[in-house]
């Protein structure tokens, strides 16, 4: 799981120590998540499956993609499909992943690299391995997040943004065992490069066995911890965790993990936005009748068109 790694994690700004006085946040729900497939056929967990939204706002849904090992001629990708009212977050581990959109945006990631994308008012999209991959076959990994968006943002204009993985804040626990990468947000005063509308953390953590981190976390945001692989404890109840779990958490201070085996956790947060939630398929909007127009919107082809113009692997 190669990501962003450094040759010496101890030259790297350290994690305040974590004041006596510190809650440690308790964990609320461990679930595991259900594996199936997406887009054209690849295997993805659904890592917020049975878990209710209150406790997920702002986030809707997260897809760990992978790991999985092509052959040749294996890669698979997603057809062009459209989205509007919610931000869509790619975050690539192992391997190669295209992007392209209506309005032009688009662009190549592969080890630890973002796509975001900003769908607001509406947006058409694909994403597809490159034609290479698909002739090669190779190592895919990666995680897709959606962010809800407020209902004063959902109409916004589509952004994309390109976030190369070496943007990331780097950092490390004061004992040196554990690698965090900052994607989004803030952690301990350390700024990732993702621009968000609603205020979020996104961080990639790669723990050594017998570490244990202490992270410092704003006490009006929830907390999500996703286990991309390994086994340890989580919370201040030391609750077991592996691979392809995810612990939701209590209010508090500060998340803790333990590590048993080397362990790569993707850990979320963000201040809820508390409004009422209408999804179905690519839309994510307040109401029943948001979504209506929503579907009115795409077959009237308002959300935009395929370009004429497309990526090789795309037609």
Same mark, same amino acid.
């Given at each position: 799981?190669?990501?962003?790694?450094?040759?010496?994690? *101890? #030259?790297?700004?350290r994690l305040?120590?974590? !004041?006596?006085?510190?809650?440690?946040?308790?964990?609320?729900?461990?679930t595991t998540?259900p594996?199936?497939?997406?887009?054209e056929?690849?295997?993805v967990?659904r890592?917020?499956?049975?878990?209710p939204?209150e406790e997920l706002d702002?986030? +809707?849904h997260? !897809?760990?993609?992978? =790991?999985?090992?092509?052959?040749?001629?294996?890669p698979k990708?997603?057809?062009?499909?459209?989205h509007?009212?919610?931000e869509t977050? &790619?975050y690539m581990?192992d391997?190669i992943?295209?992007?392209?959109d209506?309005?032009?945006g688009?662009?190549?990631?592969?080890?630890? !690299?973002?796509?975001?994308?900003t769908?607001?008012?509406g +947006?058409l999209?694909?994403?597809?391995?490159?034609e290479?991959?698909? &002739?090669?076959?190779?190592?895919?990994?990666?995680?897709?997040?959606?962010?809800n968006?407020p209902s004063?943002?959902?109409m916004?204009?589509p @952004?994309?943004?390109?976030?190369r993985?070496? =943007?990331?804040?780097? *950092? /490390?626990?004061?004992?040196?065992?554990?690698?965090i990468?900052?994607i989004?947000g803030?952690?301990?005063?350390?700024q990732?490069?993702?621009?968000t509308?609603?205020?979020? $953390?996104?961080?990639h953590v790669? *723990?050594?066995?017998?570490a244990?981190l202490?992270?410092?976390?704003?006490?009006?945001y $929830?907390a999500l911890v996703? #286990?991309l692989s390994g086994?340890?404890?989580?919370?201040?109840?030391?609750?077991? +965790?592996? %691979?392809?779990?995810l612990a &939701?958490h209590?209010?508090g201070d500060s998340i803790?993990? $333990?590590?048993?085996?080397e362990?790569?956790l993707?850990? %979320?947060?963000g201040?809820?936005i508390g =409004?009422?939630?209408?999804?179905?398929g690519p839309?994510?909007? $307040?109401?029943k009748a948001?979504? @209506?127009q929503?579907f009115?919107d795409?077959? @009237?082809g308002?959300?935009?068109?395929?370009?004429a113009?497309?990526?090789?692997? /795309?037609?």
């Amino acid at each position: 799981m190669p990501a962003i790694t450094v040759d010496d994690v *101890l #030259v790297l700004p350290r994690l305040p120590q974590l !004041d006596q006085t510190a809650a440690v946040r308790p964990v609320r729900r461990l679930t595991t998540a259900p594996q199936g497939y997406e887009g054209e056929g690849f295997p993805v967990r659904r890592a917020f499956a049975g878990v209710p939204l209150e406790e997920l706002d702002p986030f +809707i849904h997260l !897809d760990q993609m992978g =790991e999985v090992d092509y052959a040749p001629g294996e890669p698979k990708g997603t057809p062009w499909h459209p989205h509007r009212g919610f931000e869509t977050v &790619t975050y690539m581990i192992d391997g190669i992943m295209d992007h392209q959109d209506s309005l032009g945006g688009g662009g190549t990631i592969t080890n630890s !690299d973002t796509q975001w994308m900003t769908a607001g008012r509406g +947006i058409l999209h694909i994403e597809a391995p490159p034609e290479h991959l698909v &002739t090669s076959g190779g190592l895919f990994h990666g995680l897709q997040l959606w962010v809800n968006l407020p209902s004063a943002a959902k109409m916004i204009d589509p @952004k994309y943004q390109d976030i190369r993985g070496r =943007e990331s804040a780097l *950092l /490390t626990t004061p004992d040196g065992g554990s690698l965090i990468r900052v994607i989004a947000g803030e952690v301990a005063g350390h700024q990732g490069p993702g621009s968000t509308f609603t205020p979020i $953390n996104l961080a990639h953590v790669t *723990l050594q066995p017998g570490a244990q981190l202490d992270l410092p976390w704003q006490r009006t945001y $929830n907390a999500l911890v996703y #286990v991309l692989s390994g086994r340890g404890t989580v919370g201040a109840d030391k609750r077991p +965790i592996r %691979m392809g779990q995810l612990a &939701t958490h209590g209010t508090g201070d500060s998340i803790r993990v $333990n590590a048993h085996d080397e362990m790569d956790l993707f850990i %979320m947060g963000g201040r809820p936005i508390g =409004e009422p939630v209408a999804m179905y398929g690519p839309f994510v909007m $307040n109401t029943k009748a948001e979504l @209506k127009q929503a579907f009115e919107d795409y077959q @009237k082809g308002r959300l935009g068109v395929v370009p004429a113009v497309r990526m090789p692997h /795309t037609d």
